[in-house]
């Protein structure tokens, strides 16, 4: 009942939105409280669009999966722009955020939501092995010739 897709009928399409808690009726509330998800999983990175904003404060608070904060980040002079954030060390313990806003007088609706995983290490590709043991054939056959 506190969120809503607008369609803004543009290339973007439809955003996610807060509704409430601003005096008034539901028009009055559009774009305005928090917008939170939680993930199945935790995950290491967040991004997403902002559509609406005109340069009120931000406050972006993510969470573990036991609901303990890991950090709340304030964004000074939110605006319609793509922000991304990233846990140090690739640490995938987000489960979910919450983003609140003091956007005057539109609200705000976010698109594009984007979070992914941790990546797991890429193991060493054997052609490096291969190419190390050519070299060192060459070196040695080099040094027989001297």
Do not use: C, H, M
């Amino acid at each position: 009942q506190n969120l809503g897709v607008y369609d803004y009928g543009d290339a973007g399409g439809k955003a996610l939105a807060g509704i409430g808690p601003k005096a008034g009726g539901y028009d009055e509330n559009w774009g305005f409280g928090a917008i939170s998800a939680r993930f199945a999983s935790g995950q290491s990175s967040l991004g997403f669009q902002v559509r609406d904003a005109d340069g009120g404060p931000a406050f972006l608070s993510l969470y573990r999966a036991d609901g303990s904060l890991i950090q709340t980040v304030t964004i000074a002079a939110l605006d319609s722009s793509f922000y991304a954030f990233a846990r140090s060390g690739g640490a995938a313990d987000i489960a979910g955020f919450s983003l609140t806003t003091r956007d005057s007088y539109y609200g705000i609706a976010i698109d594009e939501l984007k979070f992914a995983a941790a990546a797991a290490p890429v193991p060493e590709p054997a052609s490096a092995l291969l190419f190390a043991g050519g070299l060192a054939a060459l070196l040695a056959r080099r040094s027989r010739k001297t």
